[in-house]
């Protein structure tokens, strides 16, 4: 039957599809997974040793295991290497206050870029802000606006006061990109991140408000991805997400300095970097106590964990589509993402590398 459909397809000049290489797996990462309570819903890549060595899904996107997915939060990542690169040419400079590229900045204009991708600039939170229909969703992010309103509230904290979590930093960050180089964010990406690298599946959101995840139990409420903007708005392959990872770890995005500096975080910043956390963790079962690279999001039913071990040369991602799965807190030894993070250090892996 198959040898009929492509003789078929072949007689009427169409294109043939192309075939997925067996993914491969890691028994070790499959069998916890098999054991999440209620079942996992969603997909597990890895790398290790510059390849791939593990890619599974399964739940409720089953069908299409290779589709796009929300990266939400994971996106500020790809922002700070894009404001990391300008750092590297010269352009910014990390301690410089964002009113030296955006003059007419009106609130905590003294925050530097380097307090921005810390989240210790004070500025105002776009979640917090006004959700008339009560369903859980800022209004903002089901009906769009000016982000530049809400940004420009009165501040939660003074600079540098302390960590205070908000999408505007990277919004911010998004528009210091364009003042200094002339182009919008999204295109940023297309010609610095996806081209280069080949991350054919890496867009921006589109298409206005949609529910395509799980709250708990019930579909979340609708979201316009696109207003994250900077801050969340990327879709793209769990294996292109591996390749970004890749490329950062070997120094194709950004200079050793540069990755130094997102990279450095302590116990005085909170283990925060430029974008991220870094702690050292000791792998359960593993006898390797190893630093970790984590970037998390979260928007409406989505969660994802981006886990980088610079040291192994190995990289994970965690996406699933159900807000209610507890994934753990990897810094603290226990949970969902140590337990894939050790098998990915100590497991077997078998198959070949899936396409980005």
Same mark, same amino acid.
């Not at 940023?188 to 408000?209: C, N, Q």
């Given at each position: 039957m198959r040898t009929l459909l492509l003789a078929a397809l072949a007689a009427l000049c169409l294109p043939v599809p192309a075939a997925r290489a067996v993914p491969p797996s890691i028994p070790a990462i499959a069998e916890r997974l098999q054991a999440v309570p209620g079942g996992f819903s969603g997909i597990v890549g890895a790398r290790r040793g510059g390849n791939a060595a593990h890619y599974s899904w399964s739940g409720r996107g089953g069908e299409r295991p290779w589709r796009p997915v929300r990266w939400a939060s994971v996106t500020k990542s790809v922002t700070a290497v894009l404001v990391l690169q300008e750092v590297d040419a010269g352009r910014l400079s990390l301690d410089a206050p964002v009113s030296r590229y955006l003059p007419g900045w009106p609130v905590n204009g003294d925050a530097t870029l380097r307090q921005l991708l810390m989240h210790t600039s004070g500025l105002a939170d776009l979640n917090a802000s006004p959700d008339t229909d009560g369903d859980g969703m800022p209004d903002f992010h089901q009906t769009g606006g000016d982000w530049r309103t809400f940004c420009a509230a009165p501040p939660r904290a003074a600079v540098g006061a302390g960590f205070t979590y908000n999408n505007c930093d990277y919004l911010l960050l998004g528009a210091v990109l364009e003042s200094v180089t002339g182009q +919008?964010?999204?295109? @940023?990406?297309?010609?610095?991140?996806?081209?280069?690298? +080949?991350?054919?599946? @890496?867009?921006?959101?589109?298409?206005?408000?949609?529910?395509e995840a799980f709250d708990g139990v019930a579909p979340e409420p609708p979201v316009d991805v696109s207003t994250y903007g900077p801050a969340g708005d990327l879709y793209g392959g769990v294996e292109a997400l591996l390749a970004f990872d890749q490329a950062l770890m070997d120094g194709r995005l950004i200079s050793a300095g540069a990755r130094a500096e997102m990279w450095k975080a302590g116990p005085e910043t909170g283990y925060g970097g430029l974008s991220v956390w870094v702690y050292e963790v000791a792998l359960p079962g593993c006898g390797i106590t190893t630093r970790v690279v984590e970037r998390q999001g979260g928007i409406g039913g989505v969660q994802v964990r981006n886990f980088l071990m610079p040291e192994l040369d190995a990289a994970l991602v965690i996406w699933t589509d159900d807000a209610a799965l507890d994934l753990g807190e990897t810094w603290t030894g226990s949970g969902l993402g140590i337990d894939l993070l050790a098998a990915l250090a100590c497991g077997e892996g078998r198959g070949s590398r899936p396409a980005a």
């Open positions: +919008g964010w999204a295109e @940023l990406v297309r010609t610095r991140i996806k081209e280069p690298l +080949g991350l054919v599946s @890496l867009e921006p959101a589109t298409g206005g408000p949609r529910s």
